[in-house]
């Protein structure tokens, strides 16, 4: 429809939409995160459901208990190799669709504590990520904004054709392999199907001087 | 999520005695659990609702802090230690502070000993402050309690904010002072808020501390006495509620803290609710520690001149530093080999070694006090698995 | 309350125990006693229930690891060198360490005194990494100990529940231990630098030479 009748017939009371607006309006509008929290990062996330910032705002103040009811995981903190499994494992027991937020420097890549022996570096080379928010902890301000960045991905979702998202999708996968513990480290350490390590062009990262990597 | 086993013999060991005619349930609470402060994960055994067994699993949040530190300079460790326990960054900051000063022989010059009393006090205040919400979200009065003791932590929190930059991770103080002094304005802000929460405590002791149910699910459970309290070394506010009065302000005299007029609080039966209420009083004796540094901090310098904080290398050597956080004896151990970086930096974490009774504070009680036993001690896992 | 004279009560009080001062050169001078392994249960149980000491709180315990160390100190000797005296500098090699250490941190709450540092090693650190376990003495040491069996690998007689603490069973490795390699997963780092991006580079150059 034409945008210009649209906020016309809006202005006479009339609303007009598609269904696939209405859909993600719906679903935009009532993301409920799952109560879950790894850290640091997970204090700010609840001072982020507090009076002061209120997340209720933005029709995500419901922290599910399970991960059942839940459509949202905000991985807020460090995750250690041995909190992985768990991880992947709460992530494959929520029903599409799912989103996924890394809050924090750590959840990204391992943050402050990238070169201790259990630290995850990355938890997307599990489980696949939508919104990575930077901070060590991130304010909740920026955590807000993580939310509003994905309500607007939701908004843009196209309910049909070859770009539609995974949940209308039988092919694409929904569950990830859980790793296992191993002797020395998580079998498989990361998962090719979510996640490979980008180009590192080592001989630029010899010649130059260290930060260019 | 649960299995119903009757292989009791297994489960309860040989001193148990099975009761139960071989129906225990063995359950596992976390490390994604909505009331375990995190990735805390205790495996239960119960007969009926009574638990039988309780063995803490630790390590989900093993961020290996001990081993990173090893690599870092020692002001690199400052940072670090910010993120022990996340509540209380500056206490964590000062504990670190006082093992090198003490390693390397540093002067603390007056006015930052009186910065990091009242930063310290304060962060007390706002631990204390979510700690008694976080109980009340864990006995079910969802939302209400929290949102009040969080209010109040985000007006202390801002303070930190315009302090040092940041809201959480403060990172302070430095051996042989503190980072930056005070900005223009904020002494006086930070008595309004010193001045103000006196009238929080009264709102939240008016409403809750003689609720009827709050002395119901809190009072006889999860007993410790006196003398269990001391072998398992438990320290700051559950030892006190355990009727130990050792309070390292008072016994180790670290800092100024002679200085100041205040009591400590000391608990009767060491139940939860000797626990909650130790906090209440002890936030009260916070405040009066807070009016009197604020009254008397002097003017000068915030750094002792001769510190050299940047390639800073002590002499071989060793040294234990401790101080009161608000959660219990928190120390700092560094041994040094005379190189740029510690030796050995080990934490002496008070969540982790607080949590040692945890199976016999919970035995023979129902499975809902497990959750209040543990809020009530107070733990952070940054810190109990480091 | 001196050092030295908790060393005397103890040498009076339990016997055959070997009790030596660890020095501590930092300003901080907090001495250390280091008891024999075959005693040191002996001598714990003296430190708490000794009516002179009292060491009722076992604050803190610690693992170090002391990996065999070469020193090579320059001494200087005279010798006869073309029938005349003349001063040498002659580099004698030393070898230290080679067992792991763990410190314990009493004090007395009822005494208000503290701390009493008790450190033992192990006889080296491969096989001979057993060290009597003080958490009958006092409960708080249990976690620790398990801890420093977690990461370092020392085994403690008379624990009553000797598991891995922080890492997962089935965990080879004692990862705080000098000599520990951590496994190589630094294919890629957003913002690598310095050691990391050493990582880095050593992790492709190994991937190039398979």
Known sequence: MDEQLKSEL?????????????????RKSSLWPLNFGLACCAIEMIATTMARYDLARFGAEVFRPSPRQADLMIVAGTVTKKMAPQVVRLYNQMPE???VISMGACAISGGPFKQGYNVLKGIDRYIPVDVYIPGCPPRPEALIDAFMMLQRKIDAQEL???NRPRHLNAEMASEFVIPEFGAHDLEPPSNPEVWSAPLVNIEIAGKNEPGNG | MSVLTDTTADLLGSGAEDRSGGQLLEISMGPQHPSTHGVFRMDVTLDGEKVVKLKPVFGYLHRNHEKIAE???????????????YFCSITNNWAYALAVESLAGIKVPERAEYLRVITGELTRLQNHASLVGFLMQDMGASGTPLMYAFREREKILDLFEALTGARMMCNYMRFGGCRVDAPAGWMQQAQKVVDAFPRFL??????????????ARTQGVGVVTTAQAVNAGFSGPMARASGVNYDLRKVDKYGIYERFAFRVPLGDHGDVYDRYMLRVLEMRESVEILKQAMRDIPAGPIMDPGTKIRGFRPKAGEAYGRIEAPKGELGFYLVSD???????????????????LLEDMCIGQNVADIVIILGSVDIVLGEVDR | MNLETVKQEIEANVPGCAVDMVLNGSPSAQHSLLVDAAHGFAVAQFLRDGAAVRMDYCSNVTGIDWPVKEIS???????????????????????SGGYLEVVYHLYSVAEREGPVIVRMRTEDRAAGVHLPSLTPLWRSAEYQEREVFDLYGVMFDGHPDLRRLLMWEGFEDFPMRR????????????????EVLQRTREHWSAEDCK
């Not at chain 2, 020692?74 to 993120?83: F, V």
């Not at chain 2, 409403?207 to 709050?214: D, G, H, Y």
């Not at chain 3, 000599?179 to 310095?194: G, L, M």
């Open chain 2, 202 to 215: 009264d709102e939240f002791e008016r409403m809750l501390v003689s609720n009827e149910i709050l002395m």
């Open chain 1, 160 to 162: 049909t054709g070859p």
């Open chain 3, 73 to 95: 100190t320059k001494v200087k000797t005279k010798k006869m060198v073309d029938g005349v005296e003349k001063d040498v500098d002659e580099v004698v090699k030393t070898q």
């Open chain 2, 338 to 356: 005379g190189s740029g970086n510690p030796y050995r930096f080990r934490v002496r974490p008070p969540s982790l070694i607080n949590l040692t």
């Open chain 1, 10 to 26: 809006r202005r006479q009371g009339v609303v007009a939409t598609s269904l696939q607006e209405l859909y993600n309006w719906g």
């Open chain 2, 71 to 85: 690599k870092e300079s020692y002001l690199g460790c400052m940072p670090y230690t910010d993120r022990l326990d």
């Open chain 1, 97 to 99: 669709p799912k989103y």
């Open chain 3, 179 to 194: 000599d520990y390699v951590d496994p190589d997963d630094y294919e890629y780092e957003p913002t690598a630098h310095d």
